[in-house]
């Protein structure tokens, strides 16, 4: 009878200290994946602007290369510019 009580009082006290490391365990994966995919985007975000600015600057100082973007974007043709 007496180990039975031990054993059940044990039983009611020692989850305590498991459910702090688990919700520790999972606070740490959950912050590790959250920093990977805060990097992951903040990385493809910032390569975009950099994309973005690269071409605007090229399209700014090249004439070729901005008569080819404005006649692909309002689709006129050289043989035709007036239809």
């Known amino acids: 009878m007496a180990s ?5 009082e044990q039983a009611e006290e020692s989850p305590v200290w498991d459910v702090w ?5 999972l606070s740490a994966v959950l912050l590790m994946v959250g920093g990977w ?3 992951r985007l903040l ?3 910032a390569g975009a602007l950099v994309g973005v600015a690269v071409g605007a600057v090229t399209l700014s100082h ?3 290369a901005k008569a080819a973007l404005f006649d692909t974007v309002f689709m006129r043709h050289r043989r035709n510019p007036h239809p």
């Open 43 to 45: 990385g493809a975000v």
């Open 21 to 25: 490391l688990l919700t520790a365990l």
């Open 62 to 64: 090249n004439a070729t």
């Open 37 to 39: 995919m805060q990097a």
């Open 4 to 8: 039975r009580r031990a054993r059940r």
